[in-house]
Antibody, heavy 121, light 109 residues
């Protein structure tokens, strides 16, 4: 079954750290770019970060640059997001997403169910 | 910075046509993709590359892109189409990044 399953969400204090994981199954993980997209409560979708299929390139939303790190483990078909120094405005449901990239154009064809991160003291 | 503009909400009667717009700049150089998100669920890809329908999406859904506006059209609207709809582009004008419109909540009367 083709799916993405996120884990690791929860409550975290501002300035601490949290690591999100995403387990991919049912498809060739190493052939696809992967991304994190988040959705603050009651608000719209925000792209957070992306990593190329081979891990050679990473891109980040401006507000998370220098704080979040996206990585992948091909041997375990796992995507991760290390959230350092989180802020209250990072509170959101975080979706693990598969990206399709053709001639520099990227869209998202497979989404996980999401994991909720709440940043609060 | 690049911004995608969508109307926050719209309503349509069953059987009618819903037209959801996404405004941007220089759209002719970008491809626009559309997602449907029903209440409490993850988003689902509906349209990619402006007008290509994702596998499993009914033919009632279509997309177009002209000038500074992309459009998602839903013909013969059904109650099950009630959802939030988001447009998306991949912006390469500076650092590469994904961009979503603010979303349009479609209510079926």
């Amino acid at each position: 079954q083709v799916q993405l399953v996120e884990s690791g969400g929860g409550v975290v204090q501002p300035g601490r750290s949290l690591r999100l994981s995403c387990a991919a199954s049912g498809f060739g993980f190493s052939a696809y770019d992967m991304h994190w997209v988040r959705q603050p409560p009651g608000k719209g979708l925000e792209w957070v970060a992306g990593i190329w299929y081979d891990g050679s390139n990473q891109n980040y939303k401006d507000s998370v640059k220098g704080r979040f790190i996206i990585s992948r483990d091909a041997s375990r078909s796992t995507l991760s997001l290390q959230m350092n120094n989180p802020r209250p405005d990072d509170t959101a449901v975080y979706f693990c997403v598969r990206g399709i990239r053709v001639r520099g154009i990227i869209y998202f064809d497979l989404w996980g169910l999401g994991t909720l991160v709440s940043v609060s003291s | 910075s690049y911004v995608l503009t969508q109307p926050p909400s719209m309503s349509v009667a069953p059987g009618k046509t819903a037209t959801i717009t996404c405004g941007g700049h220089n759209f002719e150089s970008k491809s626009v993709h559309w997602y449907q998100q029903k209440a409490g669920q993850a988003p689902v890809l509906v349209i990619y590359y402006d007008s290509a329908r994702q596998t499993g999406i009914p033919q009632r859904f279509s997309g177009s892109n002209s000038g500074d506006t992309a459009t998602l059209t839903i013909s013969r609207v059904e109650a099950g189409d009630e959802a939030d709809y988001y447009c998306q582009v991949w912006d390469t004008s500076g650092d590469q990044r994904g961009l979503f419109g603010g979303g349009t909540k479609l209510t079926v009367l």
